[in-house]
């Protein structure tokens, strides 16, 4: 069981994540970006930036759909739908590679695979993409005017 500080750390995972969406890393903002058209599917990553004793490395996710067409950047005007990925505890440890691993495949089964199903979507038709978001309402929030704008005006 390999023990890893945090750079390291955050590394593997991101090589992980890349690997399965073919996102581009944007090292600056620390999250993962794809856009179709307008749409842009974001996912940001977080660590636990108070701790201090180094022997715990904790982190956390959210995986942010948004409209350029409402802004440039995404803020709670332009987000169409957003997952959170917590832990009951808050953070998901990750100092060692068993509990990299352990959290990596969490994460791919809660996040990224609904995530790249919902990126295909968009490829193949963005309009049935918004509509299906829609229509599994209870699952997901959904910014409803960007339903409208979308479905009405597309």
């Known amino acids: 069981m390999e ?8 590394e593997v995972l ?17 999250c993962l970006k794809a856009r179709i058209k307008d749409f842009v599917f974001e996912l940001n990553l977080y660590y636990d930036k108070y701790n201090t004793s180094y022997e715990y490395i904790g982190m956390q996710c ?8 409402y802004g440039k950047m995404c803020n709670v005007n332009t987000i169409v739908t957003s997952y959170p990925f917590r832990s009951d505890a808050g953070w998901f440890e990750i100092t060692n590679s068993e509990q990299l691993e352990h959290v990596y ?10 995530m790249m ?38």
């Open 14 to 30: 991101i090589e992980k994540i890349v690997s399965y969406t073919n996102f581009r890393y944007l090292k600056s903002q620390d």
């Open 62 to 69: 959210d995986f942010n759909l948004w409209y350029r067409k």
């Open 117 to 154: 199903e919902l990126f295909h979507q968009f490829q193949l038709d963005e309009k049935l993409a918004i509509q299906s978001l829609f229509e599994d309402y209870d699952a997901h929030s959904i910014a409803l005017d960007v339903v409208a704008d979308v479905l009405v005006w597309m």
């Open 3 to 10: 023990k890893y500080d945090v750079a390291h750390a955050k």
């Open 105 to 114: 495949t969490l994460l791919e089964k809660q996040i990224l695979e609904p």
